[in-house]
């Protein structure tokens, strides 16, 4: 008997399986002395993996953790494998061979052939065919790469009728413009924009834009044709709220342009609790596999060091309290032979 099939996993993923285990009147009752055994089921019946995982007891619940990484060697992507108990007794009575399941390791494929039950257009390359012709809009196109529409009527890649209500002829594009009052723009062939555009105040008739002006107004002179931003030229009196990416380098600055005594004391901690996080967060721990904080692995590291008990193959380390367990893990044999140990929880 092979048990349940528990689904198909990642090349690396951590299994739980789970066997409820009896004894003759039917009562709950917990494994004694169990260890777990795999094997691949591709025809070879003689035992292939052995000791593999930690099992926790809860009653007549027994709970098999299997972690794949652990031994990449032997799961492998592509094979069926089955769980079960390689020793143990329940009640008494010998329990090995009973099945905790079966599962396999990307080793089952999506049929995209079909969509909820029924067939899709013809695939493109593998894939949906999501072009105009095959794809209808048949409600309020909601979004465009991000922005918000409200159109009734537009073609994709084609021609766009109106947007938010609002005629083609009418709207403003803030991106790539390809066409202008029906001429195709290119960096080879110039478009004639309307009056309206086209205005002194705006863009002048050849040239471009008068930066001479800034809103109808003269600035001060220009520097090689450009707006003088020196700093006898332009005063920052308030905040500057935005800068282009690599404004600031490091080849910005001369040698010890900013020394200590040019940082406020806030400013300095600041620097210190984002590299350092000098003041600990409150007590947490991260889940198991989870990439943990800087606190959190501090946190850790004393419960592992600090306060532990070990009752036969799993280890319980507690919290700062002295009571409260913050963390398990198992051990493939006693205390005194074991070889590794896998945290569970």
Do not use: H
């Amino acid at each position: 008997m092979a048990g349940p099939y528990l689904g198909d996993f990642a090349s690396g993923s951590r299994i739980m399986l789970s066997l409820l285990t009896t004894d003759t009147t039917g009562a709950p009752t917990a494994v004694s002395s169990g260890s777990a055994c795999v094997r691949k089921l591709n025809g070879d019946t003689t035992l292939a993996f052995s000791g593999v995982g930690a099992i926790t007891t809860s009653g007549g619940l027994s709970t098999l953790s299997v972690f794949t990484a652990s031994a990449a060697a032997f799961f492998v992507t592509g094979m069926e494998y089955e769980c079960f108990l390689g020793a143990g007794t329940v009640g008494g009575t010998s329990a090995i061979g009973y099945p905790y399941g079966t599962f396999s390791i990307q080793n089952r494929t999506v049929d995209v052939a079909r969509w909820l039950s029924s067939t899709p257009n013809s695939l493109i390359s593998g894939r949906v065919d999501a072009n105009a012709a095959a794809v209808t809009v048949s409600s309020n196109l909601l979004q465009i790469s991000g922005s918000n529409v409200n159109t009734s009527s537009a073609q994709l890649g084609v021609n766009v009728v109106n947007i938010a209500g609002t005629a083609a002829a009418a709207f403003t594009m803030s991106a790539n413009i390809v066409q202008v009052a029906a001429q195709t723009a290119s960096a080879a062939a110039g478009v004639t924009f309307p009056a309206t555009l086209a205005s002194t105040t705006n863009i002048t008739a050849a040239t471009g834009i008068d930066v001479t002006k800034v809103q109808g107004a003269a600035i001060n002179p220009l520097i090689s044709g450009r707006i003088d931003a020196n700093a006898a030229a332009v005063t920052v009196s308030s905040r500057v709220l935005s800068m282009d990416a690599a404004t600031i380098a490091s080849a910005t600055f001369a040698a010890n342009a900013i020394d200590s005594a040019a940082l406020a004391t806030s400013a300095v901690n600041e620097i210190a609790d984002g590299a350092l996080a000098r003041s600990l967060a409150a007590e947490s721990y991260a889940a198991v596999g989870a990439v943990p904080t800087l606190s959190q692995s501090l946190f850790m590291l004393l419960s592992m060091f600090g306060q532990f008990s070990i009752a036969t193959t799993t280890i319980t380390m507690l919290k700062l309290d002295g009571s409260t367990t913050a963390m398990t893990a198992g051990m493939d044999a006693g205390a005194s032979t074991a070889t590794q140990r896998i945290r569970i929880t």
